[in-house]
């Protein structure tokens, strides 16, 4: 998996707005489902825009919202795994977790990415 930050948050916004689905917890609220046409990002706590080949995560770093994003490459091991949501939130959510091998050659999981929803 490749790891890019984005430096500009507009451009991190911008890069988003075509990705499918976003996970957003406010200070106020939280949205899980397609991609809305606005984001606040005054309030914003986290954010998490996702599809099958990629994610763009905004975070609190301190100083306010930064931005990574998290790219599939051809050569990546890796297990997904479904979540059934509850409580209004849609009915799945699938989770990508990336294996990676230490110099032993053991397997850990290096990182988890959102890779898709479902709805109602």
């Known amino acids: 998996m490749k790891i890019t930050t984005i430096e500009n948050l ?10 499918p689905w976003a996970w957003l917890r ?6 899980i489902g397609e991609n809305p046409p606005a984001v606040s990002p005054h309030e914003l706590v986290e954010g998490r825009f996702f599809g099958e080949n990629m994610e763009i995560r905004l975070y609190n770093d301190g100083d306010g919202l930064a931005a990574v994003k998290f790219t599939d490459e051809p050569e990546d091991v890796f297990l997904d795994t479904t979540v059934y949501l509850r409580w209004g939130f849609g009915k799945e959510l699938r989770k990508r977790r990336y294996v990676e091998f230490d110099e032993d050659g053991q397997a850990y999981i290096a990182c988890t990415r959102l890779v898709e929803w479902k709805g109602v």
């Not at 507009?10 to 990705?19: F, S, V």
């Not at 406010?26 to 949205?31: E, F, I, K, N, Q």
Request: net charge positive; aromatic share 12%; glycine share 0%.
């Open 10 to 19: 507009q451009q991190a916004l911008q890069e988003a707005k075509a990705l």
């Open 26 to 31: 406010y200070l106020s609220r939280m949205y």
